[in-house]
Structures are given as C-alpha cells and as structure tokens.
C-alpha cells in the first residue's frame, strides 16, 4: 500500500476538486433564489403559488424524466449515481424560477420582460452545464430555447390569467 495515499488530505484528488468545484454552482444557485422567493414581495396569493408549484414542478419532473431519463439527453449532478441534492435541485430551481417571474408578472408588463426570463432561464441552465453539474449527452443547451419561449411567452402568462379569472 503506498503511504503517500494514506496521508493525502480528503479533496486532494482532481476528481475530488472538480466535484466539489461542480457542487458549489447548485449549492450557491439554490440559496440564492431560496433568498429571492423568501425576502421578494409576494404579489401571488397562497393559493396562486400553491397551484403554480403543482404545475411548474410537474412540468419540471416531466421534462427531466423524458428528456434526461428515457433518452439519455443529459444528466444532473457530477456523478453518474444520482444524489439528494440533485432531486433537491431539479424540483427546487425550475419552481422558484417560475414563482419569481409569475409573481412580478403583470397583465401590463413588456414582451421585453419575458423575453428576459427566456434570456435568464438560457444562462442559468449554460452555468449549470459550464460549471460542469449538468453533463450534456444527446442534449444542446440551445434546445431549451424554444421551451423557454413556450413556457415563460406563452404558458405561464396563460396559466396566471386563468387562475386570476376563475376566483
């Protein structure tokens, strides 16, 4: 048995830091927007962002199990094995993504602002996969624009002027 191995500080493989490197992007991302939903001013009621937590984590299972799962288009996480964390952060950043954006929606606000969110949902998924914990396989990140534009132009300003009209 070599007795360098033995002495070598956890972390100190490159393997070790790169994951640990990797980590730090979901962990920051995660306390980031869990500040933003926590501290923003809440303009959805309780019952607005129950419902749109039903939708947006469905649509964010869905998405993940198709494209990650059946066909293989990438995976979350620096492991092949799949953590708590990952489960953490792939029900979590989608939800408050579209919590923060619905909750400052207007009926009066810009194309711009969507398109923004489309712009900002882009950048976030490329560091995820540049800071190397989303690992693309059959997967561009550019596939996801067309998705954006559907979700944040058209699906959830649909879904916030139904839920406001029926109550």
């Given at each position: 048995?070599?007795?360098?191995?033995?002495?070598?500080?956890?972390?100190?493989?490159?393997?070790?830091?790169?994951?640990?490197?990797?980590?730090?992007?979901?962990?920051?991302?995660?306390?980031?927007?869990?500040?933003?939903?926590?501290?923003?001013?809440?303009?959805?009621?309780?019952?607005?962002?129950?419902?749109?937590?039903?939708?947006?984590?469905?649509?964010?299972?869905?998405?993940?199990?198709?494209?990650?799962?059946?066909?293989?288009?990438?995976?979350?996480?620096?492991?092949?094995?799949?953590?708590?964390?990952?489960?953490?952060f792939i029900s979590f950043i989608p939800l408050a993504l579209g919590l923060i954006y619905l909750n400052f929606l207007?009926?009066?606000?810009?194309?711009?602002?969507?398109?923004?969110?489309?712009?900002?949902?882009?950048?976030?998924?490329?560091?995820?996969?540049?800071?190397?914990?989303m690992v693309n396989k059959a997967w561009k990140t550019w596939y996801s624009i067309p998705v954006y534009i559907l979700?944040?132009?058209?699906?959830?300003?649909?879904?916030?002027?139904?839920?406001?009209?029926?109550?």
């Amino acid at each position: 048995m070599d007795t360098l191995k033995l002495i070598q500080p956890i972390g100190s493989s490159l393997f070790e830091r790169k994951v640990c490197l990797t980590m730090w992007y979901a962990y920051t991302i995660i306390v980031v927007f869990l500040l933003i939903l926590l501290f923003m001013p809440k303009k959805l009621t309780l019952k607005e962002m129950y419902y749109s937590a039903g939708v947006l984590g469905f649509g964010a299972w869905l998405g993940d199990a198709l494209i990650g799962d059946v066909f293989k288009g990438f995976r979350i996480g620096p492991s092949p094995d799949t953590y708590l964390i990952d489960y953490i952060f792939i029900s979590f950043i989608p939800l408050a993504l579209g919590l923060i954006y619905l909750n400052f929606l207007t009926q009066n606000k810009s194309v711009l602002y969507k398109w923004l969110w489309v712009a900002a949902a882009y950048l976030l998924e490329w560091g995820t996969v540049v800071s190397g914990y989303m690992v693309n396989k059959a997967w561009k990140t550019w596939y996801s624009i067309p998705v954006y534009i559907l979700v944040f132009v058209v699906l959830l300003p649909w879904h916030l002027k139904t839920m406001r009209n029926e109550q």
